[in-house]
């Protein structure tokens, strides 16, 4: 038998209002794997990405993660479940008076019982990881839009969880400093086994680090296309796609 998915999306519709965001969106998120939601501005990348961790209500469909449907769960059930979850929002800002340490330390105050130097000790080795052991005593001030970026992952990942969402990830990086953050990213999914689900509509990147990916598409209320980005790029004859993936007018 396949492995559960860690993410499982079925007939998904989100509506504001009377306007329909997307419908019918099915997909699953295998263990382990980079899954890249892709598509044009307003589309409803991110919401679908709120939808799935449960701040915005479905008008149709069911969704589960890690086993667990998240809509159904009661707040108990439901705040376990977001503690084996980490997030990176496009406006996730790091506080400006704290130190980074102290930054990464804030989820870790929050949902466990560890004591300060413990804390600090799983903090610092998580900037580590995404290659800040230097800078972990620095303000965010201190730092470079790139380095606050990889602090935010290191935030995110403060819990261990199993399944990382990053929601445009390289908005305002230069290509140098974004292609640092794919290779990382990469890198932590390959070396510890973390599913990630990043929403991003920067070509280079979603061919860089996408192990599969799905097209949401403002026009179609859905998904227009769901597979390898490479091979979507190579194979795919629907208009839109081609248009995304080979920089063609559509
Ligand atoms: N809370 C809300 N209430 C009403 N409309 C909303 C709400 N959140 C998002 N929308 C609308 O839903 C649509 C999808 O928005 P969303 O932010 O998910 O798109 P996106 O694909 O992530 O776009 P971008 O790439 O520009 O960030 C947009 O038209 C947006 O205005």
Not at 19 to 37: A, L, N, S
Not at 206 to 221: P, S, V, Y
């Amino acid at each position: 038998m396949a492995e559960e998915p860690v993410i499982r999306a079925e007939g998904l519709s989100v509506r504001f209002g009377a306007r329909t965001v997307f419908k019918d969106v099915t997909f699953d998120v295998r263990r382990g794997e980079i899954f890249v939601i892709l598509g044009g501005s307003g589309c409803g990348k991110s919401t679908l990405l709120k939808t799935l961790i449960g701040l915005v209500p479905l008008a149709a469909g069911r969704a589960w993660l890690l086993g667990e449907e998240i809509a159904a769960a009661g707040d108990e059930a439901r705040r376990a479940l977001l503690r084996r979850i980490g997030v990176m929002w496009q406006s996730g800002a790091l506080f400006g008076s704290m130190t980074l340490t102290e930054n990464v330390e804030l989820p870790i105050e929050e949902h466990t019982g560890l004591p300060r130097p413990a804390r600090s000790m799983l903090a610092r080795a998580k900037l580590g990881l995404v290659g800040l052991g230097d800078a972990a005593g620095r303000l965010p001030a201190e730092i470079s839009g790139g380095m606050a970026k990889r602090a935010g992952i290191a935030r995110a990942m403060a819990l261990d969880p199993p399944l990382l969402f990053l929601d445009e990830p390289s908005a305002g990086l230069d290509p140098i400093t974004s292609a640092g953050l794919d290779k990382l990213i990469v890198e932590i999914a390959r070396e510890t086994g973390t599913t990630f689900v990043v929403v991003t509509h920067e070509l280079q990147s979603i061919l860089a680090i996408g192990d599969r990916c799905i097209m949401l598409d403002k026009e179609a209320q859905g998904m227009i296309a769901e597979g390898d980005p490479k091979r979507l790029r190579e194979d795919s004859t629907h208009p839109t796609v081609r248009a995304f993936f080979r920089r063609e007018a559509a």
